[in-house]
C-alpha cells in the first residue's frame, strides 16, 4: 500500500454535490446496503520520512493492543487508537449525527469499539479546520455529563458522553452513545477526518455503550447479522492520483458480485467476543512453512485500522529468512526489514481453514532508494493481554472480508473479477447525500422502528460539508489513523 506524505496531511475530501436519492427499501424486512469506498495515494516519500513513519506506526500498535486485563473488565480506558505518524492510506467514511443531521467524516476501524467526534468547543491546533460537532445545533442531543478519555501512542482525546441520533448508510440508531471532545492532541485529527468509529464489540468499548453496528446487528435491523469490505490496491499504480476507487463497505448482507466460491468463516475462539479474533494457523514464505506457536500466542486481530501486519518477532524473522538478501532494519526501522525490490515475495496466511495469499505489491510496504524496499510484516510486542498478531490492509486487500456478529466469526473469500478489476482503476468521487434512514432502531431497546413506511430520501447541504449518503456511503482512504 502506498503511504502518504504526512499523517498531519490527510487528505482534503473533495467537494460533493448533494444529489437527490431515490430509493425502494423493503420497509417490511430487516435491511441491507453498500457504501462505496475511495482511496487517497499520497506522494512518494524521502527515506527518513518512511523511517519516522515506520517507527510510529510500531509503536502506535502495539499501545493501541497493548493494556491489561483489568481495564478491559472496567472499561475504564478505551482502546489505544494511534495516529500514525508519515502513515500510508486508511479509510474513512461519512455519518450523519443530530436533528438535523450533519455529516462528519470518521476513520473506520475495526480494531476498537467507539464513536467520537471533535466537539466545536476545541480549541487545540489539533481541530484547526476540522468539522466539529455542536451539540448545540441538535434538537436531539443529550448531553450523559460522563467524562469520555481516549489515550492513544502519540497522543489523546478526552470530552464527555454525548447521546443523539446517528445514522449510517441507511440505517438510524436514535440514542447512540459517542465521546464529544473538546481537547484533541496536536496531529490526531486532520481535514476532513473528525473522529473515530469503532467497529469491534462493545465489550472493549471505553464508552460502555453498544457501537453502532452491534446495535444495528443485535436488532435484526439488518438482512444478515454481518458487514463486509472489499478494498482496492493502487500502490503498485504510478499513474495513481490523490482519491481513487476503494472498494465497497457492506452492512447488512454479502455482495456476491465482490467475491466467487464460498466464504470461509472461522468462529472467533473461545467466544472472546472483544477484537474480531483469528487464530493463525499457517503462514508460508517463499512456498516454506513458518512456526506458528499455540494457544493463545497465535491470535490476532483482524483489523481494518491498521495498515500493516505485526507479528511475534521470532515467527517475523523467519518469514524473512526465507527472503534472500533480507535483513534487519536498524535505527527508525527497527522491528520491520528490508529487502531487494528486484524479489517477488509470495507469503500467504492461514486461519483454521484456506491458505489466503499476501500480493507482492502489498507485500512491499515501502521503497527505500531504487533497488531496497522495507517489507509489510513487522515484529511488534503486545503484551500479554492482546493479541500476537494484527492483521491490517496488507491482508485485507487481497480478500473479501466478512464480519459476523451471529454466530461471531470472520469469513474470507476470493475477489472477483469484478472486485479485482477496481485495482488501478481511476474514478470520479462519487456524490454523497443525506437523507431520512430506511430502518432505525435504539441503542437501549435495540428493537426496531416501528414506522415501517417507505423511506424517502433527500439531499440536504450541511455548510462546508455535503457529505453523507444514507443509502450509499462514500468511503474515502486518507493518511493512517490506526
Known amino acids: 500500500m502506498v503511504f502518504s506524505s504526512s499523517l498531519s496531511h490527510l487528505a482534503m475530501l473533495v467537494s460533493l454535490s448533494?444529489?437527490?436519492?431515490?430509493?425502494?427499501?423493503?420497509?417490511?424486512?430487516?435491511?441491507?446496503?453498500?457504501?462505496?469506498?475511495?482511496?487517497?495515494?499520497?506522494?512518494?516519500r524521502s527515506t527518513d520520512d518512511i523511517g519516522t513513519w515506520a517507527q510510529a506506526h510500531k509503536l502506535n500498535v502495539e499501545a493501541k493492543y497493548r493494556k491489561t486485563a483489568s481495564s478491559v473488565e472496567k472499561r475504564n480506558s478505551g482502546q489505544n487508537l494511534i495516529v500514525n505518524q508519515k502513515a500510508d492510506s486508511s479509510f474513512f467514511g461519512s455519518l450523519a449525527v443530530g436533528t438535523p443531521p450533519v455529516a462528519y467524516d470518521v476513520i473506520l476501524d475495526t480494531g476498537s469499539a467507539d464513536l467520537w467526534l471533535a466537539s466545536s468547543e476545541c480549541a487545540a491546533s489539533a481541530c484547526d479546520g476540522v468539522p466539529t460537532f455542536k451539540s448545540s445545533d441538535s434538537s436531539t442531543f443529550q448531553n450523559k455529563s460522563t467524562e469520555f478519555s481516549i489515550t492513544y501512542g502519540s497522543g489523546a482525546a478526552a470530552g464527555s458522553l454525548g447521546e443523539d441520533v446517528v445514522q449510517m448508510a441507511g440505517f438510524s440508531v436514535s440514542n447512540q452513545v459517542f465521546g464529544v471532545c473538546d481537547q484533541v492532541s496536536d496531529g490526531l485529527l486532520n481535514s476532513p477526518v473528525s473522529g473515530l468509529l469503532g467497529l469491534a464489540f462493545q465489550t472493549i468499548a471505553s464508552?460502555?455503550?453498544?457501537?453502532?453496528?452491534?446495535?444495528?446487528?443485535?436488532?435484526?435491523?439488518?438482512?444478515?447479522?454481518l458487514m463486509t469490505f472489499q478494498l482496492t490496491r493502487f500502490n503498485n499504480d504510478s499513474k495513481a492520483t490523490d482519491l481513487e476507487p476503494g472498494g465497497t463497505f457492506t452492512m447488512g448482507t454479502t455482495n456476491t458480485s465482490l467475491y466467487t466460491g464460498d466464504i470461509d468463516y472461522n468462529d472467533i475462539p473461545d467466544?472472546?467476543?472483544?477484537?474480531?479474533?483469528?487464530?493463525?494457523?499457517?503462514?508460508?514464505?517463499?512456498?516454506?512453512?513458518?512456526?506458528?506457536s499455540s494457544g493463545s500466542s497465535a491470535l490476532a486481530a483482524i483489523d481494518t485500522g491498521t495498515t500493516l501486519i505485526g507479528g511475534p518477532a521470532d515467527a517475523v524473522a523467519e518469514i524473512y529468512s526465507n527472503i534472500p538478501n533480507s535483513e534487519a532494519g536498524t535505527g527508525q526501522l527497527d522491528g520491520y526489514y528490508i529487502y531487494p525490490c528486484s524479489t517477488t515475495v509470495n507469503v500467504t496466511m492461514a486461519f483454521g481453514g484456506k491458505s489466503w495469499a499476501i500480493s507482492n505489491a502489498d507485500f512491499q510496504a515501502e521503497q527505500l532508494n531504487s533497488n531496497t524496499c522495507m517489507g509489510a510484516f513487522f515484529s511488534l510486542d503486545t503484551g500479554d493481554?492482546?493479541?500476537?498478531?494484527?492483521?491490517?490492509?496488507?491482508?485485507?486487500?487481497?480478500v473479501y472480508s466478512v464480519f459476523r456478529y451471529n454466530p461471531a466469526s470472520v469469513g474470507f473469500a476470493?475477489?472477483?473479477?469484478?472486485?479485482?478489476?477496481?485495482?488501478?482503476?481511476?474514478?470520479?468521487v462519487p456524490s454523497a447525500t443525506i437523507g431520512s434512514a430506511a430502518a432505525t432502531v435504539s441503542a437501549t431497546a435495540g428493537a426496531r422502528d416501528a414506522n415501517n413506511g417507505a423511506a424517502s430520501f433527500h439531499s440536504l447541504s450541511t455548510g462546508p460539508v455535503l457529505s453523507l449518503l444514507v443509502i450509499t456511503l462514500t468511503i474515502l482512504f486518507s493518511s493512517r489513523l490506526v
Open 18 to 44: 448533494a444529489n437527490t436519492v431515490l430509493a425502494a427499501p423493503r420497509p417490511s424486512s430487516p435491511q441491507s446496503l453498500s457504501m462505496n469506498l475511495k482511496r487517497r495515494v499520497p506522494e512518494a
Open 207 to 225: 464508552s460502555g455503550a453498544s457501537p453502532l453496528w452491534e446495535t444495528l446487528a443485535s436488532s435484526g435491523a439488518w438482512d444478515q447479522p
Open 271 to 292: 467466544n472472546d467476543e472483544s477484537y474480531w479474533l483469528q487464530t493463525v494457523s499457517a503462514i508460508t514464505s517463499q512456498g516454506n512453512a513458518i512456526t506458528i
Open 385 to 398: 493481554n492482546a493479541p500476537s498478531w494484527i492483521v491490517g490492509d496488507t491482508f485485507l486487500k487481497n
Open 414 to 428: 476470493e475477489l472477483s473479477p469484478e472486485a479485482l478489476a477496481m485495482n488501478g482503476v481511476n474514478a470520479a
